[in-house]
């Protein structure tokens, strides 16, 4: 593990102090300021990577970094998908499709001891996992940083070890196999209280925590509806050749301009099934039946339809690593 964060980055780790979505007046105003950020990370940092679940967050911080890049002419930082053994097919689908589609490399960070015993012993989501199964690493992690202390943990992503153990340890073993020094990620000021006092610069560099590095958070000043905004009058018409150019928002599936598919659109086919929030598919559900973007983003609760033990638990992951 690297024993200290480098000392080549100069950024304001309190841009953003105070700030909330209502800071920034419009969309248009959001998406600068989120320009911006990007524009300082691509300058100052030597090994970014961009953090992407196939989420509609991770996408609109991944297509606002690939048009800095190619506006400026830097090199297109790789994206870092952590596979928790978990996911949706077709969110695995749509992120291999996207990459090839926008030329993106993609690091697939596992925690590949936990995929091993997965594997051989048949596990399914739920079933009991024994500590004494797993690496030192893993071990260390669970008794020494966690202080768990029962002899077994559930196979489950939406779990204090679990999520812990599958995703958070996972990206901090790509950071440092990579040696990544700038995690760029959509996090949203107002998506969860855990995270409502960020900065766009945020330092995590406590090695022994995780592997120094800063989080750059673009779209901390983005709201739900903000972001299904910029999707339906920048991302998408910028993105697909036969979108309407000053925009359109679909329906549903069988509301697309003539001319477009659901896959042609870089938004998750989950979203338009009613998904508002994107996690594993043992405990994610629908929050509606219509399309994310047409439900009442402003009357009820966008990460409902996760489980909420570990939403309950957000502050201390985030301490430890999580996103």
Do not use: C
Request: a negative charge; hydrophobic letters at 35%.
């Amino acid at each position: 593990m690297r024993d200290g964060f480098p000392d080549y980055v100069d950024v304001d780790y309190t841009d953003g102090e105070g700030e909330d979505a209502d800071s920034y007046p419009d969309v248009e105003a959001k998406i600068q300021k989120g320009i911006e950020v990007v524009k300082q990370a691509l300058s100052e940092y030597e090994n970014p990577a961009i953090m992407w679940t196939g989420g509609k967050d991770s996408t609109l911080t991944l297509y606002l970094v690939r048009e800095v890049a190619r506006e400026l002419g830097y090199d297109m930082p790789p994206a870092v998908f952590i596979d928790h053994f978990q996911h949706f097919d077709d969110l695995i689908d749509f992120v291999e499709h996207w990459a090839g589609v926008w030329d993106v490399e993609v690091i697939y960070a596992r925690n590949e001891d936990i995929g091993d015993l997965v594997t051989e012993q048949d596990l399914e989501p739920g079933d009991d996992i024994s500590i004494s199964e797993l690496s030192e690493h893993n071990q260390h992690h669970v008794r020494e940083i966690l202080e768990y202390e029962e002899d077994t943990f559930p196979f489950l992503l939406d779990t204090y070890v679990g999520n812990h153990l599958l995703k958070t340890v996972a990206l901090n073993d790509a950071l440092e196999e990579y040696d990544i020094d700038g995690v760029i990620s959509g996090v949203r000021w107002d998506e969860q209280e855990a995270r409502a006092d960020e900065t766009f610069f945020s330092p995590r560099h406590n090695p022994d925590i995780y592997p120094p590095h800063d989080r750059i958070q673009p779209i901390l000043q983005f709201d739900e509806g903000d972001v299904w905004e910029a999707f339906w009058y920048y991302v998408v018409p910028e993105t697909v050749a036969a979108y309407p150019e000053d925009g359109y928002v679909p329906q549903g599936f069988d509301d697309l301009p003539d001319g477009v598919t659901q896959e042609d659109i870089p938004v998750s086919p989950k979203y338009f099934e009613g998904f508002r929030s994107l996690g594993s598919q043992v405990s994610t559900k629908k929050s509606d039946q219509e399309p994310a973007w047409l439900q009442d983003l402003e009357g009820t609760t966008e990460r409902a339809g996760r489980a909420q033990d570990k939403e309950d638990l957000m502050e201390r992951l985030r301490d430890l690593g999580y996103m």
